[in-house]
Each structure stands twice: as C-alpha cells, then as structure tokens.
C-alpha cells in the first residue's frame, strides 16, 4: 500500500497543477515528468500488483498499460504540440513517463486544492480504497479457507 499511496501523492500533485487545454503546464511534478497523473497511475498499479502477490495481475496490468496508456499519451503530446508552441522545447527538457530523478523538489508548491477538486482527482482516492477492500477480502478468504 506504500507503493499505492506514493502513486496516489504523484497523482493528486499533478491534478492540482494542471490547467487542462488552457496551458501548457510545466510547474510542480510536470517539471520533471511530461505525465505525471500516468506515472502516478502506474506506481499504483504496481503497489497493488506487489500487494496481490500475483503475477498474472501484473501481466494485466502491464497489457493495459501498453494497450490503453501508450496511445494515449501519443494522442496527448499531438495536440499539445498542435496546441502550444512551446510544448516541442518542454519535451526536449522533460522526459515523458520516467523522471531523472525521485526526489520531487517543490513538486507541491503552486498545487491548487480547487484544481484537485474540479478535476475530480478524488476518484483515484476511491479506486484505490475499492482495490485495498478486494486485497482485505482476498487475504480474509484464503485465511478463512486455510
């Protein structure tokens, strides 16, 4: 759940940064990652792949990964690029899923609780409380038919 909790961090930092089609937004996580609520994501789904113990939830989870996120993160950087001009130069400094470095300087300053609210980030919050609950179930089944 560490590993969750960290995505969910990244994930409620960047939606409070974010001015979706407004502008381009390069301040707080998006300084060193192009899509951080994708990367946020991410590192959720392998907290609760770890927390399952299952490979095959991995698996999935990479195959959505690269079926449903790849082409959208493509779909994403054209209309940025159709959108703002400066979109070109800010992906030339900041590498699109995977940072340089984990340690987020300042990634908080400048975050909007409106912004956080309005883009409904609190859903990601929700989702991995469901996620948590079907672990909790899971180890209480395989506890009670041991």
Do not use: C
């Not at 990652?33 to 789904?45: D, E, F, K, M, T």
């Not at 392998?46 to 996120?69: K, P, Q």
């Not at 179930?137 to 506890?143: P, R, Y």
Request: charged fraction near 15%.
């Amino acid at each position: 759940m560490t590993i969750a909790v960290l995505g969910l961090g990244i994930r409620a930092a960047a939606s409070g940064h974010v001015q979706k089609n407004r502008e381009l937004t390069t301040t707080g996580p998006y300084a060193y990652v192009r899509n951080p609520l994708y990367l946020g994501s991410i590192v959720i789904a392998i907290g609760f792949a770890v927390a399952a113990r299952d490979v095959w939830i991995a698996v999935v989870l990479a195959v959505f990964f690269f079926a449903i996120y790849l082409p959208v993160i493509r779909s994403e950087q054209n209309y940025l690029r159709r959108h703002f001009s400066g979109f070109d130069d800010y992906a030339r400094r900041v590498p699109g899923l995977l940072p340089r470095t984990l340690w987020f300087r300042g990634a908080a300053r400048g975050f909007s609780r409106d912004l956080y609210f309005r883009h409904r980030e609190y859903n990601a919050l929700l989702g991995a409380a469901a996620m948590l609950a079907v672990l909790v179930a899971k180890i209480l089944w395989f506890a009670k038919s041991s």
